[in-house]
């Protein structure tokens, strides 16, 4: 099971924050070698019912995620929604951004299989492969600094079934010795887990791209000697 929530998205861009969910949540499931026909979803809306555009935002929401459910095939199986998301202290009325958490279940006929996030090599080498968001709109990063921004990226165009299905095909080859998906963080949290979760280091000829979170990619460990076979046999996926 997996889960997609990041309120500073929701906070930007309440549609294309659902949009980031969902496909961050299928994400973590396929890197982890579950194909996309074994996968469902459930969601849990959450609607400020004070707010006058909620129920747009809400609309909007529901549209762009079946949409989504429809062209990867992964069906929603259950949900529900709150419109508890305003409250009124001292005539002030509060209203939680529209959002929606983003559950997706697998299923795997030998959990031995399944790959796991944490690092198993020293000397092995981390591609980032997936679609990728030069902003920091909606990041934690960018809250911190108290710049939200009001724009997340649109990556609609690499949101195929055929990105996921050729994300399957190599976290199912043999060559990806764990795997783990960028989201809430960026590609910056992802490493600094990794390195605390294993132990070992890392070097990274990286600087601007380690901050910004691109929902919908994900870091991949290969051995060094396969880092060249993987390039050429899966270029679609734009492993950097």
């Not at 959990?111 to 492969?129: F, S, T």
Request: proline letters at 5%.
């Amino acid at each position: 099971m997996s889960q997609s929530f990041s309120p500073w998205q929701f906070e930007a861009d309440p549609v294309q924050a659902a949009i980031n969910a969902m496909l961050d949540a299928v994400v973590t499931q396929v890197i982890a070698g579950v194909k996309l026909e074994d996968i469902c979803l459930a969601d849990n809306f959450y609607t400020p019912s004070k707010d006058k555009y909620a129920y747009w935002y809400l609309f909007e929401q529901v549209k762009a995620l079946a949409e989504l459910s429809l062209e990867f095939g992964t069906p929603f199986i259950t949900g529900k929604d709150s419109s508890s998301g305003s409250a009124e202290f001292s005539g002030r009325v509060i209203n939680v951004p529209p959002s929606v958490c983003l559950t997706a279940m697998g299923k795997i006929r030998d959990v031995g299989r399944l790959i796991l996030p944490e690092w198993q090599a020293a000397g092995n080498l981390i591609y980032a492969v997936g679609p990728q968001t030069q902003s920091l709109d909606g990041s934690i990063l960018s809250a911190a600094l108290g710049i939200t921004g009001s724009r997340l990226s649109n990556i609609l165009d690499l949101n195929s079934r055929g990105y996921l299905l050729e994300l399957g095909r190599l976290c199912r080859s043999g060559l990806v010795k764990s795997a783990v998906p960028i989201n809430r963080g960026g590609i910056i949290l992802r490493l600094f887990e990794g390195a605390e979760a294993s132990g070992f280091g890392f070097g990274a000829e990286l600087c601007s791209e380690l901050f910004p979170e691109s929902f919908g990619a994900a870091l991949v460990e290969v051995r060094e000697r396969d880092g060249v076979k993987m390039e050429k046999e899966h270029s679609d996926l734009e492993p950097r």
